[in-house]
DNA sequence: CCAGATTCCTGACGGAATGTCAATAAATTG
DNA sequence: CAATTTATTGACATTCCGTCAGGAATCTGG
């Protein structure tokens, strides 16, 4: 009863952790040397199976990719769940969720990459309905539990929404401004200005400003977000941030 | 005399023509198809000349791809030129460029399809420095002209910036709301979410409150904007605007 | 108008990568 | 332990990028 019951997980373990070792192997390719560096033949060989064994896990490169992309989203995610449970005022919640941003993009810094190679159109039908499924679903996550702050924000009266402006408007105007940071960073970096070279500062400044221009209270002026920022870190991110170097080891 | 010179132009614009015809129809196959494809032999084919007539104008794949975004991009800085010398006052002039911004990526949908591909690692040194230069420079010249209007607004003290902010960082703030406005329209479109299926309303009336953070006079409550912008669209880029269909033709 | 020089064009070819599949090996089950 | 199901292999078809030797077209000096 054990024996053949131990058999079976061994064989299938034995499988997932492949899975898991190939993810590895295929988010550093593409961080190091780029879609076009990501080799399936190179996986194979490094992994130690064959190339059809691959396809077996991934029926193309870009379902590999994608499955790639889900597993960092799913961390992003859980992230901002974490970040939303933060103790403090409804605006140091949401800065909360800016810091696991901040984190999600230092310490994954393949899966924009690896989100932009997927949808750029032409890959999509490539990959397993339920791994696009995914992704989407956990974009909706972070959306909910971003928006979810926002209207306790409201709710409370932190927040005074002016006639045409929506909970969604401003957590679209704070998600752009990362992404848009972020893709800066990789696309830009090597530009001789210092906003851009090195984006972070100027990106957590912004965002406060963008709150600031929204009237959510308090006001920048008025309190120390800054600390609460290291605060974040400190209290809910504490080993993840250490890990990004956003804190002292 | 003549006629050796007519014949010398003759075929040299003709190879000027089949660049132009080359590029657009590089453009379209991207923004159909994506970057897969779009394909080397199918560009020669519909050409109606040979793959080694297409490799003495571009390199590689990747240059042919630089060269697309190098023509839009200087479009890009010549339509942010144009908009800062929109008449009125220094928030309406940085409205203006905004408004470019619109127009750019609503007439040129394939421009940021086209930059991520090319600047994703391992492409870009497969381009033709100087095309790689054309580029830096096109950011550079919208860099400069949006930072000379942030400039004017501190002179004439319509902005007040804080200790720690710098013109630079106005800038990008801007720059990273759009860009990460038009990477979520091209990703997360399907999304049914109606900020982000349409972002355009969300993103002009964010980009207002950023500016509202700033402080910058007149704030978006103390004059209407929205008219201003139409204007610029009227005045500035009449035929533009009609082109994308932010102007009744 | 012509011959020699130069520039331009061609398409077959090498090389590399993705994805398939029939044959083979391993694992599971009764 | 035999039968059946599942997993693995690696050669193969296909596609695409980029090259290059040979040939066509164009230019130039007489």
Redesign the interface.
């Known amino acids: 009863m054990l024996a053949p019951m131990r058999t079976v997980s061994a064989k299938q373990q034995e499988i997932r952790e492949r899975e898991q070792t190939i993810l590895d192997l295929a988010q550093a390719m593409l961080l190091e ?5 990501l080799s399936m033949d190179r996986i194979a060989e490094e992994v130690g199976v064959s190339k059809g064994t691959v396809y077996q896990h991934f029926v193309s490169k870009e379902d590999l990719l994608a499955a790639v992309a889900v597993r960092s989203a799913n961390t992003r995610a859980e992230l901002f769940e974490r970040a939303a449970t933060f103790r403090g005022t409804t605006r140091e919640r949401m800065g909360a969720i800016g810091a696991a941003a901040e984190l999600f993009f230092t310490l994954f810094p393949h899966h924009e ?1 690896a ?3 997927i ?5 999509s039908e490539k990959i397993t309905p339920e791994r696009s499924l995914s992704l ?1 679903t956990c ?2 996550r972070c ?1 909910g539990t971003a928006t979810g702050v926002i209207r306790d924000a409201v709710a409370s009266g932190d927040l005074a929404l ?1 006639p ?3 909970v ?2 401003v ?3 704070l ?7 972020f ?2 960073r ?3 970096s ?2 001789n ?4 070279t090195d ?1 972070m500062p ?2 957590v ?2 965002s ?7 009237g959510w209270r308090a006001l920048s002026t008025e309190h120390d977000y800054e600390s609460a920022r290291l605060r974040v870190f400190e209290e809910v991110f504490p080993t993840e941030a250490k890990a990004a170097g956003l804190l002292p080891a």
């Open positions: 040397r780029g879609y076009l560096g990459q989100e932009r190679v949808k750029s159109s032409s890959g989407d974009v909706f959306f002016r045409g402006q929506s969604e408007q957590c679209v105007g998600w752009n401004l990362y992404t848009g940071a893709l800066m990789d696309l830009e090597h530009l200005i210092p906003a851009v984006p100027a990106l400044a912004n406060q400003v963008l709150l600031d221009g929204f």
